[in-house]
């Protein structure tokens, strides 16, 4: 009965730092979480440290791949759902869904490992814990990635264990939370405003193609309904970003080589309430392909409007 509880009662912990609810599975994050709390101070600087080592010594375990080769993209499980606090994680997800739709990156970088790329030496040494408190601590850090690097984390203690709820903390604010909120702020803007975008576009003017654009709003953002050169030839995989500003379609690979047909628009709205730009488009059904100027208007028909 004993054996059953413990087990129980250690599947929760685990559970509850694993945001994505599945059990992890190595055996280095389990020696400190599966620790009874009331022989250990979880609060110590010693278990602190110990908590950062279970952490760290996993991260760099990701970068071996499975021919044995350095490779920091190789995770097997999700380190920010298993390693971060509950409200890092879940404004990192809202984020993360907010930049696929307006085309954006969220970060530029892998924050675990300090980097683009990883050194063949990359390490980790904590240097120092300290204001800690009965839910939050900072960790001084340095981590060596090609170079030393000083770092800091937060940590934010829920669930009886300790996670990671800032790689980037400060006294002003401008924190890697503010970051992600502000994007998400921008996201929800940049959505509303791709609202107005919903709807059918043609081409204005006689030297530029004759493109009928027709773009519907959904739960991800924009998307195409139709796109097709007028009488000719159509684009049926297209897709439309829309970060509040410019408005960007792409179908097709730029490979000259490759048979796909290929439309590049990267617009935005002038004064007048017209969708103006640069346009690229080849078709291999077209004798000619088109790299210029081009301005659409909503509900407008060339043929029918414009002559």
């Known amino acids: ?11 929760l912990i685990v559970a509850c730092g694993n945001k994505t609810g599945k059990a992890v599975s190595d055996t280095d994050s389990l020696a400190i979480d599966s620790v009874n709390s009331s022989v250990v101070d979880k609060h110590s600087e010693t278990y602190i440290r110990q908590r950062i080592d279970t952490i760290y010594k996993f991260v760099g375990k990701i970068t071996i791949d499975a021919d044995g080769n350095r490779n920091y993209n190789y995770m097997p499980f999700n380190l920010d759902s298993a390693y971060c606090s509950v409200r890092y994680y879940t404004l990192m997800q809202e984020a993360l869904e907010i930049c696929e739709e307006t085309g954006d990156i969220l970060y530029d970088y892998d924050y675990w490992v300090r980097g683009q790329d990883i050194s063949d030496d990359w390490s980790y040494k904590v240097t120092k814990v300290y204001n800690v408190t009965d839910s939050t601590a ?15 984390i937060a940590l934010r203690f829920e669930c009886d ?8 903390p400060s006294d002003d604010g401008e924190d890697d939370k503010a970051y992600l909120r502000r994007t998400i702020k921008g996201g929800k803007e940049a959505h509303e405003k791709a609202k107005m975008l919903a709807g059918s576009w043609g081409w204005v003017g006689k030297d530029s193609p004759e493109l009928l654009l027709d773009m519907e709003m959904t739960a991800k953002g924009l998307r195409a309904k139709q796109c097709d050169v007028y009488r000719m030839y159509g684009f049926d995989h297209t897709t439309i970003t829309f970060d509040g500003e410019h408005l960007t379609v792409n179908e097709g690979a730029d490979d000259e080589l490759s ?7 990267f617009l935005h709205l002038d004064q007048n309430g017209d969708l103006v730009g640069d346009c690229t488009i080849s078709h291999r059904l077209a004798s000619k392909g088109y790299d210029g100027p081009i301005r659409l208007r909503k509900g407008y028909f060339y043929y029918r409007d414009g002559v």
């Open 1 to 11: 009965m004993k054996k059953i509880l413990y087990t129980l009662i250690s599947m």
């Open 259 to 265: 048979p796909e047909n290929q439309i590049r628009l």
């Open 138 to 152: 900072l960790v001084d850090m340095v981590i060596h990635n090609f170079s030393d690097m000083e770092n800091t």
């Open 161 to 168: 264990e300790w996670y990671i709820d800032d790689f980037s």
